[in-house]
């Protein structure tokens, strides 16, 4: 998993759906420093994390994984 890509892919769809990050993370009950430390740490989230902040962004997990450019592929 490259965990930068994943970052900028919560980021981007973050930015088209209008919200910030901030908003999204403490919605979902995720720690502040989770982006930071996919970015920086290359720290990897656990499913139920990606799985949380896919479905409040509306998108798959696979999506944000980067295994496809449609957000709405195998939802």
Do not use: Q
């Not at 290359?42 to 944000?64: F, G, K, M, N, R």
Request: net charge negative; charged share 35%.
């Amino acid at each position: 998993m490259d965990n930068a890509r994943s970052a900028a892919l919560i980021k981007a769809r973050c930015k088209e759906k209008g919200i910030s990050v901030s908003r999204l993370l403490a919605e979902c009950g995720v720690r502040r420093g989770l982006i930071y430390d996919m970015e920086r740490r290359d720290w990897t989230p656990s499913p139920a994390i990606l799985e949380e902040i896919a479905d409040y962004l509306d998108c798959s997990v696979d999506y944000l994984l980067g295994r496809t450019d449609n957000p709405d592929v195998n939802r």
